[in-house]
C-alpha cells in the first residue's frame, strides 16, 4: 500500500530564499509522480508531473527530482516569493498499475515579504 | 477552455436531505475520479471511473453512489446527508496510464 509522506509540514521563510519541500513514498513502482499547489480555498493546481524515466522538471523557479530508489521526491522553489505561499502537495500512484493518486498531507509554505 | 468543472461550487443543506454534485471534462480523459478533503485537508480517493466502468470504490458509504453516463460526466450522489459528510469534493480526471491528473476547482458541500 503507498503511503506519501511530506516534511515538512508548515514552512516560513522571508522573500528571496531559496527552499525544498520533501516527499517520501513507500512503493516505489511508480509510473510518475505529481507535485501540485493549492491556495486556500482553492483547487488543485498542477505544478509539475515526473515521469518514471526522468529524474528532473523544471517549470520557472520550480525544480522537481525523482529518486526512485530511495522513494524520494524534492520540489526546490528558486528566489521564493510572497506569492509562492500555498499548500504543495505531492502525490504518487498507488502502484502495482492503479490508477488511484495517493496524497501526502501537504507542506503549507508562507513567504513573508 | 478546457477544464474539469464541477457544480455547484458550494452547497449547504439539511441533514438527511439527498443531493448531487455533477462534474465534466472536456479533456478528452478516459479516468474520472472523485476525491474528498477532509477538514484536516487531507485528500483521499473515492471512487474512479474508466470509459463508465468503475474501478476503484474506497471504503465509502453506500450513501453514495457515484454515476457516469460517458466517459465525460461523472457525476456524484449523496442520500440521507450527515453532519461528517461536510467537506470539500474534488473530482479529477487523466488518461490512462498517463500525464498526470487534472482537478477540478471543488465544491465545498456543508450539512447543517
Known amino acids: 500500500k503507498q503511503e506519501v509522506t511530506q516534511i515538512p509540514a508548515a514552512l516560513s521563510v522571508p522573500e528571496g530564499e531559496n527552499l525544498v519541500l520533501n516527499c517520501s513514498f513507500t512503493d516505489s513502482a511508480i509510473y510518475n509522480l505529481q507535485w501540485f499547489r493549492q491556495d486556500p480555498g482553492k483547487g488543485l493546481t498542477s505544478l509539475l508531473l515526473i515521469q518514471s524515466s526522468q529524474r528532473e522538471q523544471t517549470s520557472g523557479r520550480l525544480n522537481a527530482s525523482l529518486d526512485k530508489s530511495s522513494g524520494r521526491s524534492t520540489l526546490y522553489i528558486a528566489a521564493s516569493q510572497p506569492g509562492d505561499s500555498a499548500t504543495y502537495l505531492c502525490?504518487?500512484?498507488?502502484?502495482?498499475?492503479?490508477?488511484?493518486?495517493?496524497f501526502g498531507k501537504g507542506t503549507k509554505l508562507t513567504v513573508n515579504p | 477552455d478546457t477544464a474539469v468543472s464541477q457544480t455547484p461550487k458550494y452547497l449547504v443543506t439539511q441533514m438527511g436531505n439527498d443531493k448531487s454534485i455533477k462534474c465534466e471534462q472536456n479533456l478528452g480523459h478516459d479516468t474520472m475520479y472523485w476525491y474528498k478533503q477532509d477538514s484536516k485537508k487531507f485528500l483521499k480517493i473515492m471512487f474512479s471511473y474508466n470509459n463508465k466502468e468503475l474501478i476503484i470504490n474506497e471504503t465509502v458509504p453506500n450513501r453514495f453512489s457515484p454515476k457516469s453516463p460517458d466517459k465525460a460526466h461523472l457525476n456524484l450522489h449523496i442520500n440521507s446527508l450527515e453532519l461528517g459528510d461536510s467537506a470539500v469534493y474534488f473530482c479529477a480526471s487523466s488518461f490512462t496510464g498517463g500525464d498526470g491528473y487534472t482537478f477540478g476547482s471543488g465544491t465545498r458541500l456543508t450539512v447543517v
Open positions: 502525490a504518487a500512484p498507488q502502484g502495482g498499475g492503479s490508477e488511484k493518486l495517493v
